[in-house]
């Protein structure tokens, strides 16, 4: 289907993971990045054979957006507008951003921030997270 996003299930002796992850075409062979924290979490070492499956990415962002960005954007009319329109990779950035911190509270005080420095003219995704 010529799909640059998928959903991928990786499975090994008896463990699964799913994730969002990209293919990408060089030199006519296709590739994806399985990334050591991956291998980690399934238990695979570099010979080891396991198990992946692609499906059709149908989410919006290419990731699962997490509920307190999506729940500050929607209260932020202007904020959510300049969020929408960066490309496809810099929302995901941003997304991977939030989605980095395992509290809620801590992920809900972070959107806030980076709704109040995206209105502020702050675009730099590294800038985003830092208080001025």
């Known amino acids: 289907k010529n799909l640059k996003r998928v959903k991928v299930t990786a499975s090994f002796k008896g463990k699964e993971l799913s994730f969002h992850g990209a293919i990408q075409k060089r030199s006519g062979n296709y590739y994806m990045m399985f990334g050591k924290r991956y291998q980690k979490e399934l238990g695979v070492f570099p010979n080891d054979y396991f198990q992946l499956q692609f499906f059709e990415d149908t989410s919006k962002y290419g990731v699962d957006m997490p509920e307190e960005l999506e729940a500050v954007l929607l209260s932020d009319h202007e904020a959510n507008e300049i969020f929408e329109s960066f490309t496809a990779g810099k929302k995901r950035g941003i997304i991977y951003g ?16 980076i709704c109040e420095n995206l209105k502020r003219g702050v675009r730099k995704n590294p800038e985003l997270l830092k208080s001025f």
Request: zero cysteines.
């Open 98 to 113: 939030i989605l980095g911190y395992k509290n809620s509270q801590t992920r809900i005080d972070k959107s806030l921030l």
